[in-house]
């Protein structure tokens, strides 16, 4: 099993984010996240990325595994979670969520993307990191 390191993790965060990027060029802003989402997937499997789309995430409640609606929309290379969105700014109570994802699956890192914006580089994408994290690595 590869050896999991921040340098690791900033690195497939960049790859990811970069597929965003392509995706937007080509799309622009305005159109469904759902678009957004089956264009981003393929621009993964495009860069050699593996993931998982819309998995379910497990919620532990007292020891109770219990069956919920909640759906992480992608899980890159089993390590960074990330959630897509397709409008008018990100709010916090979307950090809430990803950061919520991240602990519910240990995943150390997550980023948000929304296509509704001019640059994603600049104001459609956002990082988060928890202690999982900060336990990791450098390199």
């Not at 960049?14 to 060029?25: D, F, L, N, P, Q």
């Amino acid at each position: 099993m590869m050896r999991i390191t921040k340098k690791y993790l900033n690195e497939l965060t960049y790859k990811v984010i970069g597929c965003a990027i392509e995706v937007h060029k080509q799309l622009g802003p305005g159109l469904l996240e759902s678009v957004y989402e089956k264009c981003f997937l393929k621009e993964l499997s495009i860069q050699g990325i593996v993931y998982k789309n819309q998995l379910w995430v497990p919620l532990n409640y007292k020891g109770l595994e219990l069956d919920t609606e909640l759906r992480l929309d992608v899980l890159v290379e089993d390590i960074l979670c990330v959630e897509l969105k397709a409008q008018e700014g990100i709010l916090p109570v979307h950090d809430a969520i990803l950061l919520s994802y991240m602990q519910m699956l240990q995943n150390p890192k997550g980023i948000l993307i929304n296509f509704h914006c001019v640059n994603i580089f600049k104001e459609g994408q956002k990082t988060l990191v928890n202690n999982l994290f900060a336990q990791l690595p450098d390199e």
